[in-house]
């Protein structure tokens, strides 16, 4: 059974940072483009951050850019999110995803 486990969510206050972690396990994505996505309160799921399969090459929404950074060792079958000077419209659950599977979210509670 493939799954992606997110973890390292929490609640914070504004200008702290967090790492989320994705674990898989059941298979190896080392040859996949991973992704980070978020869903805020009352809002539409939105992209966050994707890396390529050696890690060399990734983007990010503009929303995130300069605070936010992925990465991954695909030695782990794991993928990260580094985020730093959170604010509070970074408030959401944030979903690993990859190769058409996608996990169960870990919350982001951002306070002023």
Same mark, same amino acid.
């Given at each position: ?22 674990a ?9 483009? +991973? =992704? ?8 539409e799921?939105?992209?966050?951050? !994707?890396?390529? #399969?050696?890690? &060399? ?25 580094? +985020? =730093? ?13 990859? !190769?058409?599977? #996608?996990?169960? &979210?870990?919350?982001v509670?951002?306070?002023?």
């Open positions: 059974q493939v799954q992606l486990v997110e973890s390292g969510g929490g609640l914070v206050q504004a200008g702290t940072s967090l790492r989320l972690s994705c898989a396990s059941g298979r190896t994505f080392g040859s996949d483009t +991973m =992704n980070w996505f978020r869903r805020a309160p009352g809002k799921r939105e992209f966050v951050a !994707a890396i390529s #399969w050696s890690g &060399g090459i990734s983007n990010y929404a503009d929303s995130v850019k300069g605070r936010f950074t992925i990465s991954r060792d695909n030695t782990k079958n794991t993928v990260y999110l580094q +985020m =730093n000077s959170l604010k509070p419209d970074d408030t959401a659950v944030y979903y690993c995803a990859g !190769a058409g599977y #996608w996990g169960q &979210g870990t919350q509670t951002v306070s002023s």
